[in-house]
């Protein structure tokens, strides 16, 4: 990858977009393929659950890993008060591992004590889509930015400095 202008780009950026692109990538595998899948082939939702329940227990401390470098990668970026789709960024970041960490520890949980003792399981599982949904949107609006060409180049010219 490399900026309109044909300097390289620093490898933190290269690392944090392919981190980025793992992010929403992962997410969109397991949220709108494999999970689906599971309950349309497992047929039972009493299987298909668990195994779904564990699939989001892992992208969940993806996204909070992913939430928090993606973040702070952005907010080492010398502008990024001045860049309203970069602040929006590290907002969504902010709000991804915050999302994560409530379905990771409490909304899963309640989920499986809802299925277990005829809860209000429509209310949990709507309010564990959304918190994956917002994870989805914050890692695609985040990839967006740090695949930028002016972010990029911002980075080649913060790398260029730095060495000379």
Do not use: Y
């Not at 933190?12 to 689906?36: C, D, E, H, K, S």
């Not at 992208?59 to 602040?87: D, N």
């Not at 999302?99 to 809860?119: E, F, P």
């Amino acid at each position: 990858m490399s900026t309109r202008m044909g300097e390289p780009v620093a490898l933190p950026q290269r690392l944090t977009v392919m981190l980025a692109a793992l992010w929403w990538g992962g997410l969109t595998a397991l949220a709108f393929v494999a999970v689906p899948m599971l309950f349309a082939r497992l047929g039972s939702p009493a299987v298909a659950g668990p195994v779904a329940a564990a699939l989001f227990a892992v992208i969940a401390k993806v996204s909070l890993v992913a939430g928090l470098t993606c973040g702070f990668f952005l907010m080492r970026k010398e502008p990024f008060l001045q860049s309203k789709k970069t602040l929006a960024a590290i907002v969504l970041c902010i709000l991804a591992v915050l999302a994560a960490t409530v379905q990771d520890t409490w909304v899963a949980q309640q989920i499986v004590t809802a299925r277990a003792s005829g809860g209000n399981l429509k209310f949990w599982h709507g309010l564990g889509t959304g918190l994956v949904l917002l994870q989805w949107l914050a890692a695609g609006w985040t990839l967006w930015v740090l695949a930028s060409p002016n972010l990029a180049s911002h980075s080649a010219s913060s790398g260029q400095q730095a060495l000379g």
